[in-house]
């Protein structure tokens, strides 16, 4: 998702222990980004940091601005030379290099943050968010004083409209007369556009604001600075740039998977397999914002312990927002079919196509 | 409060097309001499970079801002070196100042990326906020480029058609050779052309980075750049249309998001071609007219004398 033709690459040898004897596991982690975005790359690196403390003699290499081409493929490499026996390449566009890199080493374990076929030792991960969004709806749809909620869409994909689907979904579930309206900019860090769609929904009157972008930056200070509120994504730390109007968001917590999977290594018993873990998993709530009272909190919650104990909103009878029933009474779409949505659920303003 | 469909294009294309103004304005100094600048985006692109990681370091965007301008100038500066000096093939070269631009502005973005500074501040006259629908809105509540964007343009054209200064640039846009024989030196004057030209296209991504997204992100200028080559030839060569097309182009991104806002029954794909469709629209339309209307001496490399 993240366009970074562009190399700045710095492959920096972070050592997180500080012991003179030889590390029992090191790990190589490859970044497309700065470790520093207080986003996506900035969750991983933090996760390995905390493996890193938990686990003694764990030593961690990290490679930040690494592009998606074969460029990837040399710094695996290099990595292994340098001992590693864990590779985690964090990008969807690293699958191609890091399979083939894969396929030379067998006695080194990948962990690939994507999706497609796991083997001996190749795993798959990844957080899913979707249903999680159920929840930052219950928010929303709770803090709203204009019943109309705001989402910023990057693409219109399957993935970002389940996100939007089951936000719309659990704010109706509090809050009947709530309406989610979709604006698609065309790209996932068009930044100026961004603020525009931003800009447009607070004009339609819309006073809560989620996104599905790279980064969440322009659309939170823009609502900010207009009155609005908004829910974050990809980080929980972007509170920071909305002290007034921050409600909740949702961000990525790999530490406890990672440190499994470190162990497993170290122990000599990794398999490959394919893990999505939402809510209670590699998905986690951020803090919420001071004008949130503690009524609202404890209904969130609520609806996020209900998530994590196995309930799953997109279960049918479900109407598009044309009415026609695209899930019947009884069907559900599973945590491995979240990239399948080509529709908006009921209450949401927009076209998919 | 809803804000009526027209204000909100209006607030949204005056947001959006500040940044492509001045970098249209630029690129039509800098075509008024004779040159084509096909790297404007990686201008834009430094002056966003470079004006946020200053302002994330100093805290203070007045700085950010001088050092993005600066960036803009230095940048032409370099490109004037290639294709003035060193008599480089201009788009050839105007092209490997692009990807330099994408590469030099993410290494010196990197460090910062998500730090969160304090944008350039915004003023709205009280009176102005007193209209109906106006406080509600963004509209009037600029910093001090938008302000300034009307008459900068307004320079820009005087300084090009009523000044001495002015009519050697033109001069030597026509015809560098006549321009010589007339006792101008087209290099100095290429390369004044291009450093100012440079400043504004610095400013114009300072625009984006430290008021309208607040951000640095890679390749946030979007193809913004390459636009406002097409506004240079869409406005005739004439800061004064400029304003009009950046308008016209802001306007049309505008729109197309304040109509999803509005639930719209149009495609989201096809709404977001729109301003594109419109580019070309124009560029067919004013087609015919185009010869007579750009400096003839564009492109062209003029090797002196002999």
């Known amino acids: 998702m993240k366009k970074s033709g562009f190399i700045t690459l710095i492959l920096a040898l972070a050592c997180f222990t500080a012991q003179a004897d030889p590390p029992r596991l090191v790990i190589g982690a490859v970044y497309v980004g700065s470790v520093n975005d207080y986003g996506y790359n900035r969750s991983f690196h933090d996760a390995l940091a905390q493996v890193a403390r938990d686990l003694p003699g764990v030593k961690v290499l990290e490679a930040e601005n690494v592009p998606e081409s074969a460029t990837a493929e040399g710094i695996m490499e290099g990595m292994i030379q340098q001992g590693a026996r864990l590779i985690f390449p964090t990008s969807f566009g690293y699958a191609a290099s890091a399979r083939k890199v894969a396929k030379r080493h067998k006695d080194v374990a990948f ?45 219109p994909i399957g993935y970002a409209l389940g996100n939007v689907n089951a936000f719309q979904m659990g704010a109706r579930s509090v809050n009947k007369k709530v309406q989610t309206v979709v604006v698609v900019t065309g790209g996932w860090a068009d930044k100026a556009k961004e603020a525009g769609a931003a800009n447009a929904l607070m004009d339609q009157g819309c006073d809560v604001v989620g996104m599905h972008v790279d980064s969440p930056a322009t659309i939170i200070q823009t609502v900010e600075a207009r009155g609005g509120m908004s829910i974050g994504f990809q980080s929980t730390e972007a509170r920071a740039l909305a002290p007034k109007g921050w409600i909740t968001g949702l961000g990525f917590t790999w530490a406890p998977f990672f440190t499994k999977v470190a162990r497993d290594v170290m122990a000599g018993k990794f398999r490959g397999e394919a893990v999505y873990q939402g809510l209670g998993g590699m998905v986690a709530i951020a803090p919420f914002g001071p004008s949130v009272s503690a009524d609202v909190q404890r209904q969130v919650n609520e609806a996020a312990q209900k998530i994590i104990k196995g309930f799953n909103p997109f279960t049918g009878p479900i109407k598009d927002n044309r009415g026609n029933l695209v899930l019947p009474p009884g069907a559900s779409i599973g945590s491995d079919q979240m990239g399948s949505f080509d529709w908006y659920a009921e209450g949401i303003i927009g076209k998919v196509r | 409060m809803m804000t009526p469909l027209a204000l909100g294009v209006l607030a949204g294309a005056v947001l959006s097309g500040t940044s492509l103004l001045y970098a249209t304005l630029g690129e039509t100094l800098v075509e008024r001499s004779g040159i084509v600048n096909l790297g404007l985006e990686g201008v834009l692109l430094m002056g966003a970079s470079v004006g946020f990681t200053v302002t994330a370091v100093t805290g203070n965007p007045w700085i950010g801002l001088a050092a993005a301008a600066l960036t803009g100038g230095l940048a032409n500066a370099l490109f004037g070196w290639l294709v003035v000096l060193r008599k480089a093939n201009q788009l050839a070269s105007g092209l490997a100042m692009m990807f330099f631009g994408f ?42 480029l ?18 001495r200064w002015g009519l050697g640039v033109r001069a030597v846009g026509e015809s560098p050779g006549a321009a010589y024989a007339s006792g101008r030196n087209p290099a100095v004057l290429q390369f004044q052309a291009l450093g100012f030209g440079g400043v504004l296209a610095g400013l114009a991504g300072a625009h984006l980075s430290l008021s309208l997204t607040l951000t640095w992100a890679e390749y946030m200028t979007a193809g913004r750049g390459f636009i406002a080559i097409a506004l240079v030839i869409f406005s005739k060569w004439n800061p004064l249309r400029a304003v009009a097309g950046a308008l016209l182009f802001g306007g049309a ?54």
């Not at chain 2, 709205?124 to 629908?133: D, G, N, T, V």
């Not at chain 2, 709404?271 to 062209?300: F, H, N």
């Open chain 1, 111 to 155: 962990e690939y943050a994507g999706d497609g076929d796991a083997s001996r030792n190749f795993g798959v991960f990844f957080g899913s968010t979707q249903i999680a969004w159920y929840p930052m709806g219950v928010a929303a749809g709770r803090m709203t004083k204009t019943n109309k909620l705001g989402f910023v869409v990057g693409m």
């Open chain 2, 253 to 306: 991104e505008a729109l197309q998001l304040q109509l999803q806002a509005r639930g719209s029954l149009i495609s989201p794909f096809i709404l977001d071609m729109m301003p594109y469709v419109l580019t070309l629209l124009v560029l067919l339309a004013w087609g015919g007219s185009r010869r007579l209307a750009a400096p003839a001496g564009l492109g062209r490399t003029f090797f002196g004398s002999e």
């Open chain 2, 146 to 163: 938008t302000w300034l964007a009307l008459p900068v343009a307004l320079l820009v054209w005087w300084v090009l058609f009523k000044t």
């Open chain 2, 103 to 144: 590469g030099l502005s993410a290494l010196v973005g990197a460090p910062h990326v998500g730090a969160v500074i304090v944008g350039l501040p915004k003023w709205r006259p009280a009176w102005l906020a007193a209209l109906p629908w106006v406080s509600a809105s963004t509209l009037f509540n600029y910093d001090l």
